[in-house]
């Protein structure tokens, strides 16, 4: 089993920053990717940022958030943080994480994290 512990999200003013941050823990043998997604009521999970954690891998972005989030890990912590500056009342959602992790003796599989609710609101 893996588990992935969220923190970070919270209430801020359009215009300021947060960082979340997702560490996973438990039976990893290697992780293959991370990444955040969101979702508000009613509408579809969404990705926000995502990196793939082979070498020469890409890290994608939503459009609505190109310019204004930027996803890094550090590797030693299986820790991916997302670092979301100039925010606006529309990132306001609950953010997962994403991880696709690999255990010993088991294929590839998805894992998320609990949620953190981010409100962006003056």
């Known amino acids: 089993q893996v588990q992935l512990v969220e923190s970070g999200g919270g209430l801020v003013q359009p215009g300021g920053s947060l960082r979340l941050s997702c560490a996973a823990s438990?039976?990893?043998?290697?992780?293959?990717?991370m990444g955040w997604y969101r979702q508000v009521p009613g509408k579809e999970r969404e990705l926000v940022a995502a990196m793939s954690f082979i070498p020469g891998g890409t890290v994608n972005y939503a459009n609505s958030v190109k310019g204004r989030f930027a996803i890094s890990r550090e590797n030693e912590k299986n820790t991916v943080y997302l670092q979301m500056n100039n925010l606006k009342p529309e990132d306001t959602a609950v953010y997962y994480c994403n991880a696709e992790v690999t255990s010993a003796g088991w294929d590839p599989y998805d894992y998320w994290g609990q949620g953190t609710q981010v409100t962006v609101s003056s």
């Open positions: 438990g039976s990893i043998l290697s992780i293959n990717a």
